[in-house]
């Protein structure tokens, strides 16, 4: 046994713990915590297997994005856990009987789906005009996949993140009556006239003010 095997199977084993501790942690923050580790492990497997691309892809995307995201809104979240609690014995016959029958599928691609597929080929070697040899790329084989065969799968997917990001956006703003808000509309459409108005008037003389009431004559004067 190889070192790239023993690897292998430690990755495995750390991933399939951190996955069933995901399902299994009573604290909704160790439970993404474990995700993160999965998901860490899942990336070092396809770092094994020479798709580099997958497995950095993983790691900014999803550990550097979406798993903090889920982290900070887990913490920030007042979830009761007590009540979340209370229908899991419920539903745990029908999410036991879900997960089995993925595992079965699985399981069943695995051991069956592979076996008409033939031995990978070796790589051809590419050699420039000057005769220099190009290496392998798997990113520039995958991004030339992507933009060519699967060019309008990719575009679906785009719009269908958008049309979801969009949705989400409106579903989560609410308009507050105490909250003051300009159209934009309406600054880009503005003129001179309709801030500034000159209006014109008659002069006016400023009325003069009453004279001030003379002095007491002090003690000296009244002698």
Known sequence: MDAKTVFFY???????????RVITARNPVHAVLNLILAFSQAA???LLLKAEFLGIALVLVYLGAVMVLFLFVVMMLDINIDTVRKGFWRHFPLAAFIGALVAFEMGAVLMTGFRGMEEPKAMAVVVDAAGKVIPYSNTRELGKLLYTEYLYPVEIA??????????AIA????????SKAVSP???IRVRASDRLKIVKMDAVQKPVAPAAAEEEPTTEEKK
């Open 185 to 187: 509309t309406q600054q």
């Open 10 to 20: 430690l990755f495995s084993a750390v991933l399939l713990f951190a996955a069933f």
């Open 171 to 178: 579903l989560t703003l609410r308009h507050r009556k105490d």
């Open 44 to 46: 070092a497997i396809w």
């Open 158 to 167: 785009a719009v269908i993140l958008l049309v979801a990001m969009i949705a």
